[in-house]
């Protein structure tokens, strides 16, 4: 398995306002998941789905439908082939992301934009940083492969804002 937490823990300023994400669509790559709610690792890193076609929601800190910004990771690859977020890298601005909340209500977003960060020295505090206005942040593995670490050194983030209804 893959790792996608970054190395520092999550602010413990995070808390949990909005709803419950239950499915993500991005057009744009083909990507259509179900989201489950996921929390912290033993050594407080923000944890991965287990399943590679599943998005995971940071549920200790914002949901959707309020101010903040609500963290969603998945997989790039497993297996040999790309799962999930496997083409995360080609979202550009303006590309629309619908969340269903669990309540059935959908919500667009629009990619603002998009960094590969190296996960030793990824901006933890402005990614995982909480906003007046709601956004999300989708995140997943990256960059070169270590085989000695059997990981990603890198992590593609993108950041998208709530587009009014």
Same mark, same amino acid.
């Given at each position: 398995?893959?790792?996608?937490?970054?190395?520092?823990?999550?602010?413990?300023?995070?808390?949990?306002?909005?709803?419950?994400?239950?499915?993500?669509? !991005?057009?744009?790559?083909?990507?259509?998941? *179900?989201?489950?709610?996921?929390?912290?690792? *033993? &050594? @407080?890193?923000?944890?991965?789905?287990?399943?590679?076609?599943?998005?995971?929601?940071? +549920?200790?800190?914002? @949901?959707?439908?309020?101010?903040? +910004?609500?963290?969603?990771?998945?997989?790039?690859?497993?297996? @040999?082939?790309?799962?999930?977020?496997?083409?995360?890298?080609?979202?550009?601005? @303006? &590309?629309?992301?619908? !969340?269903?909340?669990? +309540?059935?209500?959908?919500?667009?977003?629009?990619?603002?934009?998009?960094?590969?960060?190296?996960? +030793?020295?990824?901006?933890? &505090?402005?990614?995982? *940083?909480?906003?007046? &206005?709601?956004?999300?942040?989708? !995140?997943?593995?990256?960059?070169?492969?270590?085989?000695?670490?059997?990981?990603?050194?890198?992590?593609?983030?993108?950041?998208?804002?709530?587009?009014?209804?």
């Amino acid at each position: 398995m893959l790792a996608l937490a970054f190395t520092a823990a999550a602010p413990a300023s995070a808390h949990t306002v909005g709803a419950a994400p239950a499915v993500i669509d !991005i057009p744009r790559i083909g990507t259509h998941a *179900e989201i489950v709610p996921l929390g912290q690792d *033993e &050594d @407080g890193t923000m944890q991965s789905p287990t399943d590679p076609d599943t998005v995971g929601w940071y +549920n200790l800190g914002t @949901g959707i439908g309020a101010p903040g +910004n609500a963290l969603l990771d998945g997989h790039v690859d497993w297996g @040999g082939r790309l799962r999930v977020f496997g083409l995360l890298r080609e979202l550009a601005p @303006g &590309d629309p992301i619908q !969340i269903t909340d669990a +309540n059935g209500n959908v919500l667009t977003y629009s990619v603002t934009w998009t960094r590969l960060y190296d996960a +030793n020295s990824a901006p933890v &505090d402005q990614i995982f *940083e909480q906003t007046p &206005d709601e956004q999300i942040t989708l !995140i997943t593995c990256g960059g070169a492969f270590d085989r000695s670490a059997h990981m990603y050194v890198s992590r593609w983030v993108v950041r998208a804002a709530r587009q009014p209804t």
